[in-house]
């Protein structure tokens, strides 16, 4: 079945610790996401590609940064994790184009602790 | 950033009783999706209605959307002990999406 997957689901870092969250799609969907999610709240979107086009959003920290090596992959690396940033990262893929209506499709997500 | 704001935060009902939730927004969207959350897990679309519709039903689901009112509402018939989730709205323009916070729902058996 076509979807998207996250790796690892969970991950355990320590502060300051470079930590990288991987996702891939079998859809071939041009547009890839990564969203923060805290608890309890609404998930934010940190950045996403257009195809090769990274899009960031204003209020994401440098701290953050991602890589898309080709169609199906993308990485969300976090170069000096603070307690801050734990969190439950998801990846999310859609089809833009024309005719396209902007569903997304998110993977299970990689809770994130930092201790 | 946030644009949705979602009513209730939190519903509990009993299985068979139908729930509502609403979401109100503050700018001019393309359409307007729900999607749910399982506990600890991804979000998975349920519905789309794009902003010249009124009404959409997919199975025991049915949206409306008030363009006027910047509002929508989601409701779910005759629930189940598997309806019990966490319900998103997101407002799209383009192609990004913005969530609200979300309405918890506990369907008790």
């Known amino acids: 079945d076509a979807m998207v997957i996250q790796n690892p689901r969970y991950q355990v870092t320590q502060f300051g610790k470079p930590v990288t969250l991987s996702c891939s799609q079998t859809?071939?969907?041009?547009?890839m996401y990564w969203y923060q999610q805290k608890s309890s709240q609404a998930p934010k979107l940190l950045f996403h590609?257009?195809?090769?086009?990274?899009?960031n959003e204003a209020d994401t920290p440098d701290n953050f940064q991602s890589r898309r090596p080709n169609t199906s992959f993308c990485f969300l690396d976090i170069r000096s994790p603070g307690l801050g940033d734990a969190a439950m990262y998801l990846c999310?893929?859609?089809?833009?184009?024309?005719?396209?209506?902007?569903?997304?499709?998110f993977g299970p997500g990689t809770r994130l602790t930092v201790l | 950033s946030q644009q949705g704001e979602e009513d209730p935060q939190a519903l509990s009902i009993q299985e068979g009783e139908n729930a509502t939730m609403n979401c109100s927004y503050k700018?001019?969207?393309?359409?307007l999706q729900w999607y749910r959350q399982n506990s600890g897990r991804g979000l998975v679309h349920l519905i789309l209605?794009?902003?010249?519709?009124r009404e959409k039903h997919s199975g025991r689901l049915r949206v409306t959307l008030d363009t006027s009112k910047k509002s929508s509402s989601l409701l779910i018939t005759a629930s189940r002990a598997a309806d019990t989730a966490s319900y998103f709205c997101?407002?799209?323009?383009?192609?990004?999406?913005?969530f609200g916070a979300g309405t918890t729902v506990t369907v008790r058996a």
């Open positions: 999310a893929t859609s089809r833009e184009g024309t005719g396209s209506y902007n569903e997304q499709f």
């Open positions: 859809l071939n969907h041009n547009v």
């Open positions: 590609y257009y195809d090769k086009d990274f899009n």
């Open positions: 700018t001019s969207i393309n359409n």
């Open positions: 209605i794009r902003s010249n519709e």
């Open positions: 997101a407002t799209a323009l383009s192609y990004k999406l913005s």
